[in-house]
């Protein structure tokens, strides 16, 4: 057997110039500080902020301080056994959430991991959970009303679609009552909504998934919970987590009510997380750019442009207050970033007037662009009347006689009062809520006793619904009110056929 020196080595050769390296680097780093859910690692010199790192036990954390000697990590998971020493690798990705319309419907944590039971969530679309928000001419003004089927808010505070409302107050006076409520109305209104539980109680969240389900708006909406046991940094991402996943919808022209309860924990967290990572503190304890922490957050919310696809992100943030104090480092904060607050009272609450919504310091700064014309004819002097009849009110304790014209404003004003009152978990279609409004404005309600009031509110909508559907169809249709003679035809002979004479 003779061996060919030559072809041998112009084999060699072909092998050697045909060669590809296929290396998998991967740059990794050393754990040198563990504890309360913050790592310090050596080593990622080139990781980038907000990136997601793997330690060795398969625990995800994402990089936050770049700091010359080290990196600060905080940790999404299970931290107990991770050891100074253990392995961390970077991965080259920008911390990202699950999108689209796989979640509706179920209970996922800010990670995007259901935590409902009921099995994976498939979805192949993923987003950053920061993103950049719509710039000036990405945007357009806010026209639409976003319905809340509550009538002390669509006919005092109206919001629209694309609009950041605040909702301020002190804990136990309704605030998310306020929100569930504005989900339950928007069954059939082409909107999806996503509710993100901050700091809550998992009894407290359970509970309002089940008010979901019962009422059956769990079929458009997508719940997102970091509860009260879960570390800082879950508490700090679930907002973002939330936003980013309305995104998905917005940028395909869908319409998204998102709801935050609430930004004081999220505060509350990132400042829990920043004093850990050894930031400077500012006033209260809070980082520097805890102001930036919202506004980065409710830019994102916004009525786009058509050429983005006409949707829209409606949030409606809480903020909880101490003592009524909305001059409050957090508090003031967020109401410079919104479109207007509404600010529940306790006391309003404890007097059973719910919702305790305060008309005077309750601002929408859309106003009238957020109403359709029909409400915007029978609220016109809501306002008015109420803020009138508060100061009239604390006037007439001093038992001064009063006129004619006084006695009438007082009167108008209790049975205003009364009207604004509504139950639990029972929106109101637009249409029913002009027409009592109508018929407080043009004093059919008058001469109703003020104890009456609710009933004949409920009477003359079963009697209109039975007998006059037509001109509330107009009302649904058009936007605007019926035949003024025909309406208040149709209420005079309801009042002359009922006991409310």
Not at 261 to 268: G, M, T, Y
Not at 352 to 378: E, L, N, T
Not at 430 to 450: C, H, M, R, W
């Amino acid at each position: 057997m003779v061996i060919n020196t030559q072809e041998i080595s112009a084999l060699l050769k072909q092998q050697i110039e045909e060669y590809q390296p296929d290396f998998d680097y991967t740059e990794t780093g050393v754990v040198t500080y563990i504890g309360d859910g913050i790592a310090r690692a050596q080593g990622l010199d080139n990781a980038m902020s907000g990136e997601l790192l793997i330690f060795e036990n398969g625990t995800i954390g994402m990089a936050q301080n770049l700091e010359t000697a080290d990196v600060g990590i905080i940790i999404l998971g299970e931290f107990s056994n991770i050891r100074e020493g253990s392995v961390v690798r970077r991965t080259g990705k920008i911390m990202e959430v699950p999108v689209g319309n796989a979640l509706i419907g179920r209970v996922i944590n800010p990670l995007g991991q259901p935590v409902d039971g009921l099995g994976e969530i498939r979805t192949s679309k993923t987003r950053p959970i920061e993103y950049p928000a719509p710039g000036v001419m990405q945007r357009k003004s806010v026209s639409e009303p976003l319905q809340t089927g509550l009538k002390a808010i669509d006919a005092l505070v109206p919001i629209g679609r694309g609009q950041r409302e605040l909702i301020i107050g002190d804990r136990q006076t309704g605030k998310t009552s306020v929100a569930i409520d504005a989900i339950l109305n928007q069954k059939g209104q082409d909107m999806i909504c996503i509710y993100v539980a901050i700091g809550q109680k998992e009894s407290t969240v359970r509970s309002q998934v089940e008010t979901l389900r019962q009422y059956g708006a769990l079929d458009y909406t997508i719940v997102v919970t970091a509860s009260a046991s879960q570390p800082s940094p879950l508490l700090f991402l679930a907002p973002y987590a939330g936003v980013a996943m309305a995104e998905e919808f917005m940028y395909e022209g869908k319409h998204v009510l998102i709801v935050y309860d609430d930004l004081s924990k999220q505060a509350v967290a990132y400042r829990e997380l920043s004093l850990l990572l050894r930031r400077p503190p500012g006033r209260e304890a809070y980082p520097g750019d805890v102001f930036y922490l919202h506004s980065r957050l409710l830019e994102r919310s916004a009525k786009v442009s058509d050429e983005l696809g006409g949707g829209s992100i409606t949030a409606l943030p809480f903020i909880e207050t101490q003592a009524g104090d909305i001059s409050a480092y957090i508090a003031t904060n967020v109401i410079s970033i919104t479109d207007g607050q509404i600010f529940l009272k306790d006391d309003l609450f404890n007097s059973g007037i719910r919702p305790a919504i305060d008309a005077g310091s309750s601002v929408s700064r859309v106003g009238g662009s957020a109403q359709i014309k029909a409400m915007k004819k029978v609220a016109g002097t809501l306002r008015i009347d109420l803020a009138s009849y508060r100061e009239l009110e604390a006037f007439t304790q001093f038992g001064s006689d009063l006129d004619a014209a006084t006695q009438a404003k007082l009167n108008r004003g209790r049975r205003t009062v009364e009207v604004l009152k509504q139950p639990l978990h029972k929106p109101l279609p637009v249409e029913k809520q002009v027409l009592i409004l109508y018929a407080l404005t043009n004093g059919f309600l008058d001469s109703v006793p003020i104890d009456d009031v609710l009933s004949f509110e409920e009477e003359l909508y079963s009697y209109f619904d039975l007998h006059y559907d037509a001109l509330l169809e107009v009302i649904r249709t058009t936007k605007d009110l019926p035949d003024t003679n025909e309406l208040n035809e149709a209420i005079q002979e309801f009042k002359d056929q009922s006991i409310f004479k």
